[in-house]
């Protein structure tokens, strides 16, 4: 393994030896000059070599890796096959997925190549169709793509390049023994790119097994500090204090982010604001495909200021000026702290982090700081604080909820598809909604080319291992899918995993945490019951 030393900055990708068609697309955004980790790894890279690329979240590794993947697919132009992609990027969840190809998909069209994205949580039709059509590009999840992979409708003898995105959090995800296999269905002669923020936890065992003399790069470890972040700690009293804070903070012009540690809070915290005035949504693993894209759409257009989120937006969630990221759950783990302050002082954008305490949790956020490596004060403090209005700044003015009434459930047509899965034994549990109803407007173009036409809201009963803060985000690749049946909607069920819960008295006490989808193993199990209540187990 080689190691270089960082290259100058202010370098125009023009410089790097970077295909015209390319850094047009890039000057058209916006972007004619290179961050530190594309400046230092594309030489090599666009050579062809294995590169290993250290640098944390938001420091422009997407752009590091679709430059040279792209230039070399179409250096060599090839006859596009049906289910056999000629390059490969995996990322662990579907929304970094879809945002990676957001990214890479005008750059690949504008060297003639084409993209897809797979990744579970909706139907794998469409996900088919785009295979047997015939694919350059191909922006996976692990889970689904081995589902997809033992079917027979995709085969990776043809892959000239791999990317693993986020390997790091592929590792503390349970991802790598996936990623091994798909890694060992790709030709040994193929150029690999991997991208971690760390070498921990398995990351360094691809290393040696799938990289060829790789030159590594190292910019913005996951300890380095970001200087034009902000950190405030902010402790409170009590639960009805925290609560008035936390809607203070809601309340700027700009967008923000405000963490929570369980789906239900997420969503419940998000419907309180908008009932405030403050218009949120939230994003957490109980939502379909459809209604994630749609509340990132609201978010990114300006429409909702305010995104109330799980873990799963803690990585793969880009949009441009965020200006504030609130703990309202301080998480647990140093490593999530970083991934969740990460949404925002992106791409050299500045922004504040906020962590919420309340004197019980005080030992637990002072040791994840240090971990951290976060030096900050904690400030006693209420809503009408100077150190809080300040922060907040202008106060967006108050609107009224729209949030329209519930209105009485009218019977859904049966599909073919809802009625092949009646004929297997199978239905929706009790009062869940039907995933993938309702219309599909929003998000990026690329997720709109992968949703399928029928889409699975939440995880169904699932079994498995970790709770959401973990973010196993593809595992529930849709096994009744498969079959053109539906799967039930809604279902929490984990096993093994403990999770702070919110409890009535406004504390935290240990419970089972929703997992946003199951593994592998809980797909082959074949069909639920529909005598079985929603959320239990087998």
């Not at 495909?289 to 609201?298: I, M, P, S, V, W």
């Not at 949009?319 to 309202?328: A, I, K, S």
Request: glycine fraction near 12%; proline fraction near 6%.
């Amino acid at each position: 393994m080689t190691t270089t030393n960082p290259a100058p900055a202010d370098v125009r990708f023009a410089d790097l030896g970077v295909p015209t068609p390319m850094v047009d697309v890039l000057v058209g955004q916006g972007k004619e000059n290179a961050f530190p980790i594309q400046v230092d790894t594309l030489p090599d890279s666009l050579k062809g070599k294995d590169v290993l690329g250290r640098g944390r979240t938001g420091s422009g590794k997407t752009i590091a890796f679709a430059i040279p993947l792209a230039a070399r697919l179409a250096a060599a132009p090839r006859q596009r096959r049906a289910g056999r992609p000629r390059a490969l990027v995996l990322a662990p969840t579907r929304e970094l997925a879809t945002q990676i190809d957001a990214t890479l998909a005008p750059l690949a069209k504008a060297m003639g190549l084409n993209t897809t994205t797979i990744f579970g949580g909706v139907g794998q039709g469409r996900q088919v169709e785009a295979l047997n059509r015939g694919v350059d590009i191909v922006v996976a999840c692990p889970g689904r793509l081995a589902d997809l992979m033992q079917q027979g409708h995709v085969k990776l003898d043809a892959i000239e390049v791999t990317v693993l995105d986020e390997a790091d959090h592929m590792a503390d995800m349970g991802f790598l023994p996936g990623v091994t296999k798909i890694m060992q269905a790709t030709p040994v002669k193929g150029q690999r790119l991997l991208f971690s923020a760390t070498l921990d936890n398995g990351v360094d065992k691809l290393v040696g097994k799938f990289l060829h003399d790789p030159v590594m790069h190292s910019v913005d470890d996951e300890t380095s500090p970001v200087e034009a972040m902000t950190h405030h700690l902010f402790e409170v009293a009590d639960a009805d204090a925290k609560k008035d804070l936390v809607k203070a903070l809601a309340s700027g012009t700009g967008r923000r982010i405000l963490f929570m540690r369980t789906k239900h809070h997420a969503k419940r915290l998000a419907k309180q604001l908008s009932s405030q005035g403050i218009p949120a949504v939230d994003l957490q693993g109980n939502l379909s495909q459809g209604a994630r894209e749609r509340n990132l759409a609201k978010f990114s257009s300006g429409e909702a200021l305010v995104l109330v989120a799980t873990d799963v937006a803690a990585r793969g969630v880009h949009v441009d000026d965020v200006e504030l990221v609130v703990h309202v759950d301080p998480p647990t783990e140093h490593k999530a702290y970083l991934h969740r302050s990460g949404r925002t002082a992106r791409a050299g954008s500045s922004g504040d982090v906020v962590t919420v305490t309340v004197p019980a949790e005080r030992r637990d956020v002072a040791q994840m700081m240090r971990a951290a490596a976060i030096k900050v004060t904690p400030q006693h403090v209420t809503a009408t604080s100077p150190a809080v209005t300040e922060l907040v700044g202008e106060v967006a003015p108050y609107r009224e909820d729209t949030t329209p009434a519930v209105q009485p459930q009218q019977p859904r047509r049966q599909s073919s598809g809802d009625a092949a899965g009646q004929g297997r034994g199978r239905s929706r549990g009790r009062g869940a909604p039907a995933g993938g109803t309702g219309g599909r407007s929003g998000g990026s173009s690329s997720a709109g080319r992968s949703a399928a036409g029928t889409e699975s809201a939440g995880s169904g009963a699932r079994r498995g291992g970790r709770s959401e803060g973990a973010g196993r985000d593809d595992r529930g690749a849709a096994s009744g899918q498969r079959r053109g049946a539906p799967r039930r909607a809604g279902s929490d069920t984990t096993r093994g995993g403990s999770a702070s819960v919110w409890s009535s008295d406004g504390g935290y006490a240990a419970g089972r945490a929703p997992r946003d989808d199951a593994a592998p193993a809980a797909r082959r199990g074949g069909s639920r019951r529909a005598s079985r209540p929603a959320g239990t187990g087998r």
